[in-house]
């Protein structure tokens, strides 16, 4: 199986900063990455599909890159509703794995 | 908009079989995989698998042999059974649909809809 990794595993920002978290797979996922965010209490929201398409209504404060064996989710200006859990999910195979998660706190 | 909904019991006894069904509605159940993922409390997301109605069934092998899913056209329902349970699947539960897009030639699935989530508890 294919196995995700994240880091770091949180962080404290303040609004406005620039975020990067990290995504590494244990083999190339070529660009069959994708990216959701969480918030206590609810369902993770799909943000990026394909290592870098933007899904649907999603803010395009968030960005994302890589391919092969190392991704990164971007939040260009963070804003409060930005604050939450943030995980990479593989699609490369058919069995899917999603990293252990990077939260985002207010800093 | 589609909207999914998850439903079974909360409390499962140890040994026992857990059985959860989605109800997808404002769509058809048809054309699309549908997945299960769960979360233990404070804990990380965890894929169980994914089934479209057609096709053999895709599971987490940590959970193969004790996963079955299936999927009903005619309720617009899909399902989760997890058998010889134990408090390590104490969990919430989520359903979503796995939709794809076609870029380049290649198709890329995200888990696009999801239900609220149901929790299930293991214990006597």
């Known amino acids: 199986d294919i196995q995700m990794t994240q880091s770091p595993s949180s962080l404290s920002a303040s609004v406005g900063d620039r975020v990067t978290i990290t995504c590494r797979a244990s083999?190339?996922?070529?660009?069959?990455l994708n990216w959701y965010q969480q918030k206590p209490g609810q369902p993770p929201k799909l943000l990026i599909y394909?290592?870098?398409s933007l899904q649907g209504g999603v803010t395009s404060r968030f960005s994302g890159s890589g391919s092969g064996t190392d991704f990164t989710l971007t939040i260009s200006s963070l804003q409060p509703e930005d604050f939450a859990t943030y995980y990479c999910?593989?699609?490369?195979?058919?069995?899917?794995?999603f990293g252990p998660g990077t939260t985002v706190d207010i800093k | 908009q589609i909207q999914l909904q998850e439903s079974g019991p909360g409390l499962v006894k140890p040994s026992e079989t857990l059985s959860l069904t989605c109800t997808v509605s404002?769509?058809?159940?048809?054309?699309?995989?549908w997945s299960w993922i769960r979360q233990p409390a404070g804990k990380g997301l965890e894929w169980i698998g994914r089934?479209?109605?057609?096709?053999?069934?895709n599971y987490n092998p940590s959970l193969k042999s004790r996963v079955i899913m299936s999927v009903d056209t005619s309720k617009n329902q899909f399902s989760l059974t997890l058998t010889s349970v134990t408090a390590a699947d104490t969990a919430v539960y989520f359903c979503?649909?796995?939709?794809?897009?076609?870029?380049?030639?290649?198709?890329?699935?995200?888990?696009?809809?999801w239900g609220q989530g149901t929790t299930v508890t293991v214990s006597s």
């Open positions: 979503a649909r796995d939709n794809w897009v076609e870029q380049w030639g290649y198709y890329f699935y995200g888990l696009d809809v």
């Open positions: 404002g769509g058809s159940i048809s054309s699309y995989y």
């Open positions: 089934i479209y109605s057609s096709l053999s069934p």
């Open positions: 083999q190339s996922v070529s660009s069959y």
């Open positions: 394909g290592a870098s």
């Open positions: 999910q593989q699609t490369y195979t058919s069995v899917f794995t």
